[in-house]
């Protein structure tokens, strides 16, 4: 088997390891047991065009070194997947909602210690309800993480007492991104974190994902417009068509 260098793939400032999602669970639970710190990121159109897009704020910088600094990076889109093969490249892919539905609920042992960052009482009770011999912790962080060092320590904090096998952080890129490197950099945290969104969501209920048919014709997008367009519709519709234009000159380059 390919060790997870000769898997890399460079893809418009991501580097991507090509993997199933049964191999990501694999190093996701071989991660439980480390005594130091892991994290994964799961990269989709979103993520790669604010990586992209350099602002001037201070936060890109440290979103650009969270992810080139990740211990694993897998594709989370069917869109950049295809893109990428337009470019005579394969990414593999793996859905961070898939990889926790995997880990949670498919795996015959389940992490013995989980964290929850973010997430509202639905997921705390979701996982207790389910994962009955798993201790479940949570930490519920602050508005303004992105840009506010002191939450990001606090969160750190958090992390590094608990030291639970598996960390969820459920508040949304770039923030959670930034905030495993600074715990990857602290050096006093064990256990791997997966920076997954609103995974936890969809398998408490509390967001619907789209028909299996809609993600495998990559409209899982549509899906979650038409679910909360008011909040959403920035992302999905003018945020996220720029990856086409990022792609046409990566391509051209």
């Given at each position: 088997?390919?060790?997870?260098?000769?898997?890399?793939?460079?893809?418009?400032?991501?580097?991507?390891?090509?993997?199933?999602?049964?191999?990501?669970?694999?190093?996701?639970?071989?991660?439980?047991?480390?005594?130091?710190?892991?994290?994964?990121?799961?990269?989709?159109?979103?993520?790669?065009?604010?990586?992209?897009?350099?602002?001037?704020?201070?936060?890109?910088?440290?979103?650009?070194?969270?992810?080139?600094?990740?211990?694993?990076?897998?594709?989370?889109?069917?869109?950049?997947?295809?893109?990428?093969?337009?470019?005579?490249?394969?990414?593999?892919?793996?859905?961070?909602?898939?990889?926790?539905?995997?880990?949670?609920?498919?795996?015959?042992?389940?992490?013995?210690?989980?964290?929850?960052i973010g997430g509202k009482i639905r997921e705390?009770?979701w996982l207790r309800s389910n994962l009955p011999?798993?201790?479940?912790?949570?930490?519920?962080?602050?508005?303004?993480?992105?840009?506010?060092?002191?939450?990001?320590?606090?969160?750190?904090?958090?992390?590094?007492?608990?030291?639970?096998?598996?960390?969820?952080?459920?508040?949304?890129?770039?923030?959670?991104?930034?905030?495993?490197?600074?715990?990857?950099?602290?050096?006093?945290?064990?256990?791997?974190?997966l920076c997954i969104g609103a995974s936890v969501?969809?398998?408490?209920?509390?967001?619907?994902?789209?028909?299996?048919?809609?993600?495998?014709?990559?409209?899982?997008?549509?899906?979650?417009?038409?679910?909360?367009?008011?909040?959403?519709?920035?992302?999905?519709?003018?945020?996220?068509?720029?990856?086409?234009?990022?792609?046409?000159?990566?391509?051209?380059?």
């Open positions: 088997m390919l060790g997870l260098t000769e898997r890399r793939v460079d893809f418009l400032g991501a580097p991507f390891t090509r993997m199933t999602l049964s191999e990501a669970g694999a190093w996701v639970t071989g991660s439980c047991q480390s005594d130091t710190f892991r994290y994964l990121v799961t990269p989709n159109v979103d993520h790669i065009v604010i990586l992209n897009e350099e602002n001037g704020e201070a936060w890109h910088d440290f979103y650009l070194g969270a992810v080139a600094g990740s211990d694993l990076c897998v594709n989370d889109s069917r869109i950049l997947g295809r893109l990428a093969r337009l470019s005579g490249k394969e990414l593999g892919l793996v859905p961070g909602s898939d990889l926790v539905r995997y880990l949670l609920t498919e795996q015959a042992q389940p992490p013995q210690s989980i964290a929850l705390q009770e011999e798993s201790d479940i912790v949570h930490f519920d962080p602050p508005m303004g993480v992105r840009q506010n060092e002191a939450a990001q320590i606090e969160i750190a904090e958090f992390v590094e007492t608990e030291r639970a096998d598996l960390v969820l952080m459920a508040f949304g890129a770039p923030q959670s991104e930034i905030v495993c490197r600074l715990i990857k950099q602290r050096g006093k945290a064990r256990g791997v974190a969501e969809f398998l408490s209920g509390a967001q619907t994902r789209a028909p299996r048919i809609m993600q495998v014709a990559g409209l899982e997008w549509l899906h979650r417009l038409l679910s909360d367009p008011a909040r959403l519709w920035e992302r999905y519709l003018v945020r996220g068509p720029r990856v086409f234009r990022l792609w046409w000159k990566s391509r051209n380059a």
